[in-house]
């Protein structure tokens, strides 16, 4: 069996109650328990409302730091937006910003795991992944050109650019862990290009209705080599995970 | 015949060594290890954790021994590393958490069956019903947040159902304060028992008050401030358990042989070649340094530390399912409620034990609200809906 699609082989999973089935038996009496309430359909009610409780009360992760720079450019710039809220754009930067440098080092992360199993790999060309990994570097820092443009500071994390970490966090750790195969990686990736692509559509929509035609400009060249990663990215998946599923 | 203490002299502390490599090193299988490998490593994470705090504590009271305190430490140090990256980064904090309380609830009752003392025995009954409820909210919070069945973790060794209720288990500290085996007349597997106990509950403690911040869900964030509430009175509790006026260094070997005894224990009972291996070099690390501390036991205390330890480990204890005990303990204690170190019935308890909880619980208890109807299913309560159309 290949290294690469080693973890879809049998074994002694001992998760599932098939594994056990005398102390499966006896876990079954657990379901017959008499517990309070279990018979209405309320349950996580008290859940929801603890949540929504909190939600009311809660402050904002942080705020959208005020531009620091008002040069002429900048002004004119900033002018543009007149009639709206250039934070929330700026939020938005600093958001794409933080995805493509952390998709960057999701990258990063993965090719090593290509060039690993380089010789099992009729289907990936890790040469093209390499090139994916650039573009994302380069649209890194095509938006640091757009947010200083703006007189903003592309050095700070913008609440929106917070939450990507937290959003992608499960991206990172499925794509370091050396255990996941080549194609649990590419399921990753997938889902990250996925989103990466619909929040390039997004950016492009805020920037003409914020003004900014030219940024826009620029935002679909990136959003259209995100399509390609798109489309490589789901090819790759799609080959290596039927070719898992063939008799060797 | 069981394993004797002072006839190998184990691996020299001057050749118990580490690389970054070794300490990081593979993970055992969530899915495919079995789940008292998990235990083991768990229980295992919690009584070098605990050689740690020991060893600290022991420096700030005695300037003399800092430097052995030291060497010793810094190896149960890399122990602790080594065991707890044993630990794959597919478990959820939420799922470790339920590995956690399983340890608490199969070591608990595979102790409290082997204890001699009925006193602390019962102590021990007492704490098991507590984290065996712990069990059940913890589970409800896996499936209710997560989406996930606590039975992948547990493997059908043990019960999920409600125990003395998490609500009721706050009590004011007095009453968590137990009267203390005396070092004279205690077997040395009493006072063995109550250390693993006081070592896995700190570290169940100190597991809680890391992760819960790190959830973003508010029903999370307050149950596991609940739960590491009743975990430092376990602590409390264990703790109060120890004859505090055993000796600096008589505690010191006693740990040494705890770690030893625990160590044996996991040998005895693993079933990965690999996790076996290691729990085989530890157990000889640890005979190294019970000899290194009876040596200094004999230098300074001029008496054989075999009054202590005696000459052989009590036998091992099992790690496999105590759910026939747990069960009739529960049918039988859940009722029971602490008054100072005694056990009363349930309307006999103290009034300061429900004042206190009475004010915590006032704006709403996070583990009542979590479990609320909620009974463990196979594949999570969502597949109810499902079996009954
Ligand atoms: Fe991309
Ligand atoms: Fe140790
Ligand atoms: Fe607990
Ligand atoms: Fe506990
Ligand atoms: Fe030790």
Redesign the pocket.
């Known amino acids: 069996m290949r290294d690469s699609i080693d973890s879809t082989r049998l074994g002694t999973n001992r998760t599932g109650m098939q594994m056990a089935p005398q102390q499966a038996k006896e876990m079954l009496d657990n379901t017959e328990l008499d517990v309070e309430g279990a018979d209405i359909d309320t349950n996580g009610q008290g859940i929801a409302e603890m949540r929504a409780d909190y939600i009311r009360e809660a402050d904002p992760l942080g705020s959208v730091p005020p531009p620091g720079t008002m040069k002429g450019a900048v002004k004119s710039g900033i002018k543009m937006m007149k009639g709206r809220r250039p934070q929330a754009f700026i939020d938005k930067l600093g958001e794409r910003l933080a995805y493509e440098r952390g998709g960057t080092r999701l990258y990063d992360a993965a090719i090593v795991k290509f060039t690993t199993f380089a010789s099992e790999l009729p289907d990936v060309d890790v040469a093209e992944l390499v090139q994916i990994r650039e573009q994302e570097a380069e649209h890194a820092l095509m938006l640091i050109e757009c947010i200083e443009q703006l007189g903003a500071d592309p050095t700070a994390q913008t609440p929106c650019a917070d939450l990507v970490g937290v959003q992608t966090m499960g991206f990172l750790q499925a794509v370091a862990d050396p255990r996941t195969d080549l194609a649990q990686t590419l399921n990753v990736l997938l889902s990250a290009e996925l989103v990466d692509e619909a929040g390039w559509e997004i950016l492009i929509a805020l920037a003409e209705s914020m003004g900014q035609s030219s940024m826009a400009a620029r935002f679909r060249e990136a959003e259209q080599q995100e399509q390609e990663h798109v489309f490589k990215v789901r090819g790759w998946y799609e080959a290596v995970t039927i070719e898992a599923g063939k008799l060797v | 015949m069981t394993f004797a203490l002072f006839d190998d002299r184990g691996t020299p502390l001057e050749r118990q060594r580490f690389t970054w490599r070794e300490l990081a090193g593979k993970p055992i299988s969530k899915l495919d290890d079995d789940a008292f490998t998990r235990v083991r490593v768990i229980l295992m994470h919690g009584i070098e954790s605990e050689?740690v705090r020991f060893q600290h504590a022991a420096a700030r009271m005695n300037g003399e021994l800092r430097l052995p305190l030291a060497q010793?430490r810094r190896?149960?140090h890399h122990?602790q590393t080594l065991v707890n990256w044993l630990l794959g980064a597919d478990h959820s904090p939420l799922e470790t958490t339920i590995g956690y309380e399983q340890v608490a609830i199969e070591i608990t009752a595979a102790l409290a069956q082997q204890e001699p003392d009925p006193y602390l025995a019962q102590t021990y009954r007492y704490g098991l019903l507590e984290d065996f409820d712990h069990m059940y909210r913890y589970a409800a919070l896996l499936d209710r947040i997560e989406g996930k069945d606590a039975n992948n973790i547990l493997q059908s060794y043990t019960d999920v159902a409600p125990g003395r209720p998490t609500v009721v288990e706050h009590r004011s500290p007095e009453n968590d304060l137990r009267r203390p085996f005396d070092r004279r007349t205690a077997a040395p597997i009493t006072k063995l028992n109550a250390m693993t106990l006081v070592a896995a509950e700190h570290q169940t403690h100190d597991y809680y008050m890391h992760v819960g911040p790190l959830f973003a869900d508010p029903v999370a964030r307050q149950l596991y401030a609940e739960i590491a509430s009743i975990e430092e009175q376990h602590v409390t509790q264990y703790e109060s358990l120890l004859d505090p006026t055993q000796t600096l260094l008589e505690q010191w070997l006693l740990?040494?042989a705890n770690?030893t005894y625990n160590y044996y224990s996991c040998v005895q009972a693993e079933t990965n070649p690999r996790i076996k291996a290691l729990w085989e070099r530890m157990l000889d690390?640890?005979l190294g340094?019970l000899h290194l501390v009876s040596e200094l036991f004999k230098q300074y205390e001029r008496r054989d530390p075999v009054e202590i330890v005696g000459e052989r480990l009590p036998e091992p204890f099992p790690f496999e399912s105590q759910r026939e005990f747990v069960r009739e303990t529960l049918a039988n204690e859940v009722d029971l409620r602490a008054s100072g170190p005694d056990y009363v019935s349930l309307e006999e308890e103290p009034q300061s034990s429900i004042d206190y909880r009475n004010q915590l619980n006032s704006e709403g208890s996070p583990s009542e609200i979590v479990s609320e109807g909620y009974v463990w299913r196979p594949g999570t309560e969502l597949t109810r809906k499902i079996v009954n159309l």
Request: net charge negative; glycine share 0%; charged share 35%.
């Open positions: 050689a010793v190896v149960e122990q740990h040494e770690e690390y640890e340094h």
